[in-house]
Nanobody
Framework: HVQLVESGGGSVQVGGSLRLSCVGS??????????MAWFRQAPGKQREGVAIIDGAGRTDYADSLKGRFAISRDNDGNTLYLQMNRLNEDDSAMYFC???????????????????WGRGTQVTVS
């Protein structure tokens, strides 16, 4: 039974930083091989992709977030991170991590590309 649990959210002032973590469990193969992603959803808005990382460690970001956010994961693939810098009010949202247990490359930006999801961690910037 695969589980993803996010943490690290909270309230932060404009211009501040946060580091989100996503710890996985219950996966028989190393998660490092597969696509993982961070999504976010603000009240009244659709869930949107924030950042993706593939099995080779290649990363990509939503255009509006490039240069401020950084996705990474530890060597065994058990923990996914999202470093968020120079936060602004538009970054306020629930942040979710997601895992695609099939793809290791060509990671998708759509929600449908990910089978496993965490419950989210709230980020509030004011």
């Amino acid at each position: 039974h695969v589980q993803l649990v996010e943490s690290g959210g909270g309230s932060v002032q404009v211009g501040g930083s946060l580091r989100l973590s996503c710890v996985g469990s219950g996966f028989t193969s190393t998660r490092r091989r597969y696509c993982m992603a961070w999504f976010r959803q603000a009240p009244g808005k659709q869930r949107e992709g924030v950042a993706i990382i593939d099995g080779a460690g290649r990363t990509d970001y939503a255009d509006s977030l490039k240069g401020r956010f950084a996705i990474s994961r530890d060597n065994d693939g058990n923990t996914l991170y999202l470093q968020m810098n120079r936060l602004n009010e538009d970054d306020s949202a629930m942040y979710f991590c997601a895992l695609d247990p099939i793809r290791g490359a060509g990671c998708r930006w759509s929600e449908s590309g990910y089978e496993y999801w965490g419950r989210g961690t709230q980020v509030t910037v004011s």
